[in-house]
């Protein structure tokens, strides 16, 4: 991860009360400084892993309400069988090709 990166963050699909509520895009930032190391949690995982690398971020696009994660598959290339598109996501972090990044921002600004 390097200065001047977008990061996009990723809401799991969950169930409040009676309302099913994602998977969603809720905002891209950018990274705006190196790595640093640090010991402090920053938040709990319900394993024992750590993540001792943090960045600061900033804010790029926020949409008034969050973009629905599925009508992104289609154009994902990193989802190679479309009808199970949760298994790609069950890791830290996926990297996107810049035509990918493009085209999840401009949907990212038309929630705007």
Known sequence: MNVGDILVFY????RENDLIVGP??????KVVSEPNKSKNKVFSSSSSK???FLVNIEAYVLP???LD?????PRLS????KRHWG???QRAMVKL???EAAFVISQLRLST
């Not at 809401?11 to 969950?14: G, R, V, Y």
């Not at 994660?69 to 598959?73: A, D, E, H, N, T």
């Open 11 to 14: 809401t799991k699909q969950e």
């Open 24 to 29: 969603s895009i809720v905002g891209a930032y």
């Open 69 to 73: 994660f599925k009508v992104l598959v």
């Open 87 to 89: 298994c790609y996501l």
């Open 97 to 99: 090709t810049e035509e």
């Open 64 to 66: 008034e309400k969050p």
């Open 50 to 52: 750590t993540f001792p």
């Open 78 to 81: 990193f989802i190679e069988h």
